[in-house]
């Protein structure tokens, strides 16, 4: 079931087409297709070449750089990006703390901060949890004290995505704790150059180091890194979970990552006939492809019906596109068989490994990828906290 | 069939509860593992002198002629430790082909070795395209002279690089896919023309591919009889999947102990997360997947030594599926009720799903081995 474009819109996706076909780096499209991991310089080379083109910033309006294309053509442009193996952009910085800044950071923060962040300058990390604070963020504990004209910031912030690129990280500190736990809660940007800011990698079960745990202590933060009230932090964040939403469910890259199970189960044997014939096989890639055909649906009315900005419903898309994902990388660990076992992580790695690897040459990322896509359902809201919100929110319980 | 253990299994379990507690934390696991081979020698020879070794080495070979349920009993437990020494390999894999398939002179030179701790085994009868297909089978072997020249590749060799003698499966007549024309061969894998790819698995054991060029081979060191390996291969491996099976049923019980422990600890919201009923009921889930596991895993056991042919075939490949994706569910959420600390490889959680996932990909997967459930019949 292909999409039905307006004229439009077919000539707009034909425009993105043809620039990812001139402008992107086939060096970059083959390690996202073969799930190699990307340095910091790689993600930084494909945006600047999305900024150069004045598209890096999909969702932003026109007035800071943005495109000011409709929900359609966002869509289009996020499916055709993912399907032509173009890195996933970084979100912390263009599609995160940008948003709050636009929203709620004063003339000086936006001149500052938003042309860096087109330009790529800084890499921006998120430091939202902590050991104690998950699904529970408002329990939050790094506490920032007020000392002239800075705050001075102490506490533990965890999962830390890709905070060993980062130059800023946008925080949530708790400034007051003698009220409503919300209300004492404020949103800082901190310089992660600065003196205190400790960065602590974690690995993961699947042997990668992408999260990190990031100390500070006695951190000095210029007021001036504040955005908005002391104390409303809570509310920019809660803003800033709406906008994240959006590009949610993922379904560009799902699509990708279908063909590439079916080029996987087209070149596997069972039986000795080709995977994709298997009947039991067969039958489990089409319910997935069914799933992510409701899952694009939904995304398709969701954009349609809150011109996007969409409310709770978003949850819908955050449960079922993680869920589709993860069955993805199940299926393509399972394709493999007993290739799945052997763990040889330069294969997927390292830019050099001349090696051939123990089985196909597809086999190596895909049991680390199925373990380490098990966070999908547990971050940005895990799916149980998704399932409150929609009780909530939608059926009013 | 008797659900009560004998007092000699009880012995067993109490032993090796004692001993595994004791010697074989998480953290002296991690230790072995950082070690060069990736296993424990002086473990090894402590298995050895707890007679673990000779359990299945029959009693006029130097062993204690135990049953399926005794190793299943030991299994379990290895589960609940996450044992890494190459006990499939060497015991239930090797040693029993060899009692199973070997002349009274391969036995009378191999068994009493591994009982005493001084022998390893591998068996390879995977291939690279043959995915879950034990008759699946294109290394050859051909006569050379009065020998056998034997050439192809066999795949993810489970500890490989550390067995004394490989026990691999090759294409003597027929076509790649007949029943018929398989047979089982001992090589030295020091060998000419014998290489080894040695690797890590994701679980933390060691597996390699065998590539064979032109392996010189004398009637001496085949395993059975010539064109006839497909029936020792299948028995060996299908009483393998229960083992593997009353493995993973060990790492469940412990994976379901380490979760329900975790959302007594941890408070979110103010309170445990043990006194959310959601996650309650899915805890509740997750047991009754083990328990029916458990059950179905020692009814399996039973049934490898008291039937044989189709009836023994259903019970191993039965058990297979459900240990499968019972292990599957219980991996799966048992990471998602640990949030965040799921994820890190410091959480001994993530090892038990990591181990749960590849048994099930060894020797056939829960959906190979429920369509042979539903074709045996």
Redesign the interface.
């Known amino acids: 079931m292909e999409l039905v474009l307006s004229p439009e819109d077919a000539a707009f996706r034909a425009e993105v087409r043809a620039f990812l076909q001139e402008k992107l780096p086939p060096d970059l499209a083959n390690k996202s297709a073969t799930g190699l991991r990307l340095g910091k310089d790689e993600h930084v080379r494909w945006q600047k070449i999305l900024h150069e083109k004045g598209w890096v910033a999909a969702n932003w309006p026109v007035e800071h750089g943005g495109t000011g294309w409709t929900a359609m053509q966002k869509h289009i442009f996020e499916e055709e990006c993912a399907a032509a193996g173009a890195p996933p952009l970084i979100p912390f910085g263009l599609l995160m703390v940008a948003p709050v800044i636009m929203a709620f950071g004063n003339q000086a923060q936006k001149d500052r901060y938003l042309p860096r962040i087109l330009r790529s300058d800084d890499w921006w990390c998120q430091g939202y949890s902590e050991p104690g604070s998950g699904s529970d963020l408002a329990s939050l504990r790094t506490r920032a004290v007020r000392d002239g004209d800075h705050y001075v910031v102490s506490g533990q912030k965890t999962w830390t995505t890709l905070a060993q690129h980062a130059d800023m990280m946008f925080t949530l500190v708790r400034t007051d704790d003698s009220g409503k736990r919300q209300e004492g809660i404020t949103f800082l940007l901190i310089d992660m150059h600065s003196p205190g800011v400790t960065v602590q990698p974690i690995t993961t079960m699947d042997g990668s180091q992408e999260i990190n745990s990031v100390f500070l202590d006695d951190v000095r933060v210029p007021v001036e890194n504040r955005i908005g009230e002391e104390g409303k932090g809570w509310t920019y964040a809660k803003y800033l979970l709406g906008h994240e939403r959006t590009g949610i469910a993922g379904t560009g890259r799902s699509k990708a990552q279908l063909r590439r199970l079916k080029e996987i189960a087209r070149s596997e044997m069972s039986g000795g006939r080709p995977l994709i014939e298997d009947p039991d096989f067969a039958q489990r890639i089409a319910q997935l492809e069914l799933d992510l055909l409701s899952l694009e649906s939904l995304v398709l009315r969701v954009l349609h019906d809150s011109k996007g900005a969409p409310g709770p419903e978003a949850s819908f898309l955050k449960i079922k596109g993680t869920e589709v994902q993860q069955k993805l990388t199940e299926l393509m660990m399972e394709a493999v068989g007993p290739y799945a076992a052997p763990f040889q992580p330069e294969a997927f790695r390292e830019e050099h490994w001349n090696e051939e690897p123990a089985g196909p040459d597809y086999a190596p990322p895909l049991a680390a990828v199925y373990f380490n896509w098990r966070k999908a359902s547990i971050y940005g809201g895990s799916n149980e906290i998704q399932r409150n919100i929609i009780a909530k929110a939608v059926l009013g319980l | 069939m008797s659900f009560a253990f004998t007092e000699d299994q009880q012995l067993l379990a109490d032993s090796a509860d004692r001993f595994l507690a004791d010697k074989y934390g998480f953290d002296a696991r991690k230790a072995i593992l950082r070690g060069d081979a990736g296993w424990s020698r002086d473990m090894w020879r402590a298995f050895a002198e707890l007679g673990w070794l000779a359990l299945a080495v029959p009693e006029d070979h130097g062993g204690l002629g135990g049953s399926t349920v005794d190793l299943a009993v030991l299994m379990e437990r290895f589960g609940r430790h996450l044992v890494v020494e190459p006990f499939l390999a060497t015991v239930v894999l090797g040693a029993e082909t060899v009692a199973r398939g070997g002349s009274d002179a391969q036995k009378a030179a191999i068994l009493p070795a591994v009982a005493e701790g001084g022998t390893l085994l591998a068996l390879g009868v ?1 291939e ?6 034990l008759h ?1 089978v294109a290394t050859t072997a051909t006569r050379d002279g009065g020998g056998w020249r034997l050439s192809g590749h066999k ?2 060799v489970l500890h490989a690089d550390a067995a004394d003698r490989l026990i691999l499966s090759a294409r003597t007549a027929g076509a ?2 007949d029943r018929d024309g398989i047979t089982l061969f001992l090589v030295d894998p020091k060998a000419d023309g014998v290489t080894l ?1 040695p ?5 933390g ?1 060691r ?1 390699a ?1 065998v590539l064979l060029d032109g392996v010189a081979l004398s009637d001496a060191d085949v395993l059975g009889g010539v064109d006839a390996g497909l029936p020792v291969i299948e028995a060996v491996v299908d009483r393998a999947l229960v083992l593997l099976s009353a493995e993973a049923v060990g790492a469940m019980a412990e994976t379901v102990r380490l979760t329900a422990d975790y959302l007594r600890t941890r ?4 309170r445990p997360l043990s006194s959310f009923q ?2 309650q009921h899915r805890m509740v889930e997750m047991l009754q997947a083990k328990e029916f596991a458990h059950a179905l895993c020692y009814r399996a056991a039973g049934a490898m030594d008291s039937t044989d042919g189709i009836e023994r075939a259903r019970a191993a490949a039965g058990i297979k599926a459900e240990s499968g994706r019972a292990g599957r569910l219980i991996g ?1 959420e048992a ?2 009720l640990h ?2 600390m ?5 959480m001994a959680v ?2 038990y ?2 181990r749960m ?2 048994i099930d ?2 020797f056939g ?1 829960a ?1 190979h081995h429920l ?1 042979r459930f539903a074709t045996l019949s």
């Open positions: 995977g690279p395209r043959a995915r879950f297909d699946r795949a993810v790649e896919d790819r690797y890590p698995t994701v679980d054991l597996g591919e408070e979110q919201f103010g959601v996650l799966q990471i998602q949030g965040g799921g994820m890190t490889d410091e993530g090892h799903f990591k996932t590849m990909v060894q997967n959906a369509r």
